[in-house]
């Protein structure tokens, strides 16, 4: 029993010595962004950040219906009952399906998709994986969706390139 025991604790210590090292040289950091981000947002980073694409087609990185993309910005709206009224969508609809919280902080922009007039699908999107600029007010048609990635010339806190997401006109 207290072999057993012994080499549960021993195991345990390498287990946490190992997480220790992985947190430390910050291989997790990529898999924290996937788990606060979405599906449309991983995409952007594996399609700018991993696999080099200079122009993204939101279009193409979805796999569900829509029409309209609405690109919250940080601090973009003081309420949320303002944020519905931004996005045209009844209150109550809107509360139910976004989080308003999550939208207000330097570091992400919120993505609201609609298809015909009903949200079908929000997230948050890391700055980090692409900062969206120049993007025109109000909703982006589906076919409106395209973006050129840039390079800002200034770094991330990881050192890693800040890129700008242009709208393409």
């Given at each position: 029993?207290?072999?057993?025991?012994?080499?549960?604790?021993?195991?345990?210590?390498?287990?946490?010595?190992?997480?220790?090292?992985?947190?430390?040289?910050?291989?997790?950091?990529?898999?924290?962004?996937y788990l606060?981000?979405?599906p449309?947002?991983?995409?952007?980073?594996?399609?700018?950040?991993q696999e080099?694409?200079?122009?993204?087609?939101?279009?193409?990185?979805?796999?569900?219906?829509?029409?309209?993309l609405h690109?919250?910005?940080?601090?973009?709206f003081?309420?949320?009952?303002?944020?519905?009224?931004?996005?045209?969508?009844?209150?109550?609809?809107?509360?139910?399906?976004?989080?308003?919280?999550?939208?207000?902080?330097?570091?992400?922009?919120?993505?609201?998709?609609?298809?015909?007039?009903?949200?079908?699908?929000?997230?948050?999107?890391?700055?980090?994986?692409?900062?969206?600029?120049?993007?025109?007010?109000?909703?982006?048609?589906?076919?409106?969706?395209?973006?050129?990635?840039?390079?800002?010339?200034?770094?991330?806190?990881?050192?890693?390139?800040?890129?700008?997401?242009?709208?393409?006109?």
């Amino acid at each position: 029993m207290k072999k057993a025991k012994a080499a549960y604790l021993s195991l345990a210590a390498a287990g946490v010595i190992v997480l220790a090292g992985v947190v430390s040289c910050g291989l997790l950091e990529p898999v924290s962004r996937y788990l606060r981000s979405g599906p449309v947002g991983w995409k952007i980073y594996k399609e700018i950040r991993q696999e080099g694409i200079t122009s993204i087609d939101i279009a193409h990185l979805t796999d569900f219906q829509w029409d309209e993309l609405h690109i919250i910005g940080p601090y973009q709206f003081a309420s949320m009952e303002e944020l519905c009224r931004a996005i045209r969508v009844d209150y109550d609809n809107c509360r139910n399906k976004l989080s308003f919280n999550r939208w207000s902080d330097d570091s992400v922009n919120g993505l609201v998709f609609k298809d015909k007039g009903r949200i079908v699908h929000s997230e948050v999107h890391w700055r980090v994986n692409g900062d969206f600029r120049s993007v025109p007010e109000g909703p982006l048609k589906r076919n409106e969706g395209k973006f050129v990635v840039r390079d800002s010339g200034e770094r991330s806190t990881r050192g890693e390139p800040w890129l700008y997401l242009h709208h393409q006109k």
